[in-house]
């Protein structure tokens, strides 16, 4: 009788780092077994493209990667909303709600984080508020957009300011609260904040800075207005919330695996349990730079996590090593991450500089060093010199003096 000898593998998540890790294993094994699993009900789709799709700029079609034709061709086995249950280390199997029991010799987890909920009175007897990570949050954002005038975004990261423009193209009313003093307080100073500041209000966006949403006041189920810390009442149409992600790790519970904000994972992107792997924006990893584990939440980091992570689980020892980059549109302008450059990181020292370029734009710069070597920067405005940028950061350039570190804001 032949024997079955091909390698399983399970992937839980199908967003970029399971996807590109199904796609690697597939094409460094023809033979294999491949289960890709998520509780959405879509092959994998570009969450960079939500805030255009948001904007109206970008259609449904564009915002999808991969249909499911391409994983027939490619023979991944994609389980669409399939949760994972629970998962049996010591044996090796996965279960789903939808009563699979998967075996696996390397399983990836893959499964990101789901958005954090508005919880303040009222909040729970409201339709319209609204989390911003997958295709269908944005098409009942949209929705509502539709039939709304004034819209509230709540939040100091990337997915209020999204929000906040989306409603902005879609020319309802917009007041934006933040807690802290600017936005991305961990990342940019004041300087920085002061010039996204006056971006947003350039678009007639309203911020509020040292403001949360206390209570959100209904009328006939709807939002009608929303009292803020100070006690301000802002109507409110929609209310769009961006307060972070849980990431979810646990999925894990009962394995052993070690976890902490994040699955805690080697340089190989394995977990303290053989045969268990992480990737994408659920891994806390080594960061050779900063010389520590950290979490990433960008498209580039889990898309070169899921190609290391395919590597190593089919036996090789890939270390991951990458200046992971993130580009993203800021109203009429764009901001540049590169590296790790993390304001409220004690062992970094940093600079910046606000130029205005040749079309009378403010361009601002800033780089984070550890111990003389160059980290990270963040590049708002023009965006020209992030790609030598990264390939300073990866290399560990030392920039000892102050004249040295000053020649950074010329780079091209
Ligand atoms: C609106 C928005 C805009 C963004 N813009 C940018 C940008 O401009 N640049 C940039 O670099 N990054 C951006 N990002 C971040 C980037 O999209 C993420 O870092 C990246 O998509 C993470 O990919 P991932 O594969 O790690 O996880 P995800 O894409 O989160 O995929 C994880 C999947 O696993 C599923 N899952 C979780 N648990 C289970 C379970 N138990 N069983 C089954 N399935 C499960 C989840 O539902 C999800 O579908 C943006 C994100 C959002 C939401």
Redesign the pocket.
């Known amino acids: 009788m032949a024997m079955d000898i091909s390698r399983r593998y399970v992937i ?8 590109t890790c199904a796609q690697m294993l597939r094409k460094n094994d023809p033979t294999c077994v491949i289960h890709l ?4 009900p879509y092959p994998l789709y ?3 493209s ?2 255009r799709f948001l904007q109206g700029v970008l259609t449904e079609e564009k915002v999808m990667i991969r249909n499911r034709e391409w994983h027939e061709q490619q023979q991944i086995e994609l389980l669409t909303e ?4 629970r998962i049996d280390a010591e044996e090796r199997v996965v279960f ?1 709600d939808k009563g699979h029991q998967l075996r696996y010799d390397a399983l990836l987890v ?5 958005a954090n909920k508005l919880r303040v009175p009222g909040a729970e007897r409201v339709k319209h508020i609204y989390n ?3 295709l269908d949050d ?1 098409k009942e954002i949209i929705a509502r957009a539709l039939e709304s005038k004034t819209a509230v975004a709540s939040g100091g990261s ?2 209020a300011y ?1 929000m906040a423009e989306g409603f902005n193209v879609r020319n309802l009313h917009v007041t934006w609260l933040i807690r802290g003093p600017r936005w991305l307080r961990y990342n940019l100073d004041e300087e920085g904040g002061a010039l996204v500041d006056g971006i947003a209000r350039k678009h007639n966006v309203d911020i509020l800075y040292g403001e949360e949403i206390k209570e959100v006041v209904p009328a006939n189920g709807v939002p009608s207005y929303v009292v803020t810390s100070s006690g301000k009442q802002i109507q409110a149409d929609v209310i769009g919330i961006g307060l972070g992600l849980t990431l ?1 790790t646990s ?1 894990l519970a009962g394995t052993g695996v070690e976890t902490r904000g994040g699955i805690i994972v080697n340089e190989f992107l394995e977990t303290n349990v053989p045969g268990i792997f992480a ?5 806390e990893f080594y960061d050779p730079t900063l010389g520590r584990h950290h979490t ?7 898309a070169s ?2 190609r290391v992570a395919a590597a190593n689980m089919a036996g090789g020892h890939t270390p991951y090593v990458d200046v ?5 549109p800021l109203f009429n302008t764009t901001i540049a991450f590169i590296g790790s450059p993390e304001a409220n990181n004690e062992e970094l020292t940093s600079i910046s500089r606000t130029t205005i370029d040749d079309k009378g734009n403010p361009a601002y710069r800033k780089f984070f060093f550890k111990d003389d070597r160059v980290v990270g920067a963040i590049f708002i405005g023009g965006t020209k010199g992030r790609k030598t940028t990264g390939k300073l950061v990866k290399a560990g350039t030392v920039y000892a003096t102050a004249e040295e570190k000053e020649a950074l804001f010329t780079i091209e």
């Open positions: 839980i998540g199908n967003g970029v780092a399971g996807t699993i998520t509780n959405e570009n969450r960079v939500l805030p399939t949760l994972v249950n789903t893959a499964t990101g984080g789901w911003f990570v997958t944005t990337f997915i999204e979810n999925v990737a994408g924006d659920v891994a990433m939440g960008t498209w580039d980091n889990a996590h899921g992971p980059t993130y580009t993203s």
